[in-house]
């Protein structure tokens, strides 16, 4: 659940992108003489996929722009780990100049909306909140082309599956740099989707399956070691639990271009709440698509039938 004064930081977001500006080429340059064009932002996230963890929450409260502060920002608390498999969150809604953003910078609160403390933290599945650490300001790095003539709707996505560490039981983001080269920002005009059904799950021999999504040509096999921070899969662009249900699974957002999928396993076997990579699986589609080259267009679908073989190296 998100909270109700979420829309005024969806405002300011789109502010910051309405006054985010370059010497030529500007967004909210009244000088550049280009037209208006209704814009707006949305907040998306991909899981994080701890069986202990029930919710992530953030508390934002100042969002700058190259450096300079926006005026009237009220501390916001929002829970970001609720919105997934395309699922958003409209946060508002303005015109823009076409042209390309700069960089939002988000600061973040030690306390709450309330003041009590902490302002960003886990909801562990026992209620407790767990703090965490991280640094005071977040920078989204990605610039977003707004297109002029058109109804542009820029999506923000919080990539928790990337972002969150745990280092027995405390929580924190990882470091400053990578964080903010984690938060992704698109424009849905060229972005499309790939869906996908497994019919053959229990070949996995895990409990969660994760499909991550790469550029074409960027994974290799460090990718399943964890980094310095103990991530996994760091240079994914995307990733999607593999239902346990139905076996679908829905990777949203990913912008135009040619992609590789990879799936993932992953089992609590020391039943600490913790899920601990498996392996990786074997995949085959049941069409004539590559799994190691296929090519995502905008305002499109993939639709992936998938069977699994088990596990690589088995």
Do not use: W
Not at 228 to 235: A, M, P, S, V, Y
């Amino acid at each position: 659940m998100l909270f109700k004064n979420l829309s005024r930081l969806g405002l300011l977001l789109g502010l910051a992108l309405f006054v985010s500006c370059s010497e030529d080429d500007s967004i909210g340059n009244p000088d550049s003489g280009s037209e208006s064009n209704p814009t707006a932002v949305y907040i998306t996230d991909s899981p994080v996929d701890e069986a202990n963890v029930e919710a992530v929450f953030i508390t934002v409260s100042e969002v700058k722009v190259n450096g300079k502060a926006i005026e009237g920002f009220s501390k916001t608390t929002l829970e970001i780990s609720s919105l997934t498999k395309g699922r958003t969150e409209l946060l508002g809604q303005l015109n823009l100049q076409s042209g390309t953003t700069s960089d939002i910078v988000l600061v973040l609160s030690d306390t709450d909306t309330s003041g009590s403390g902490p302002g960003n933290y886990v909801r562990t599945r026992g209620g407790t909140k767990q703090k965490i650490s991280s640094a005071s300001e977040i920078n989204i790095k990605d610039q977003v082309e707004i297109v002029e003539s058109a109804q542009n709707e820029i999506v923000l996505d919080f990539d928790l599956r990337k972002s969150l560490k745990q280092e027995g039981e405390n929580y924190s983001f990882v470091s400053e740099g990578q964080l903010e080269n984690n938060i992704r920002a698109v424009n849905t005009i060229n972005t499309g989707t790939v869906k996908g059904s497994v019919d053959n799950l229990s070949e996995s021999n895990s409990e969660t399956v994760v499909a991550f999504a790469y550029k074409k040509d960027t994974f290799n096999e460090s990718e399943d070691n964890a980094n310095g921070e103990g991530i996994r899969f760091g240079n994914a662009v995307s990733s999607s639990v593999v239902s346990e249900s139905n076996g679908n699974f829905e990777i949203h957002f990913l912008e135009e271009g040619d992609y590789e999928l990879h799936f993932a396993s992953f089992s609590d076997d020391d039943q600490d709440g913790k899920l601990e990579f498996s392996g990786m699986i074997k995949a085959t589609t049941l069409s004539n698509l590559n799994l190691n080259g296929f090519t995502v267009k905008s305002n499109s679908e993939v639709d992936l039938q998938i069977s699994f073989t088990g596990l690589l190296g088995l």
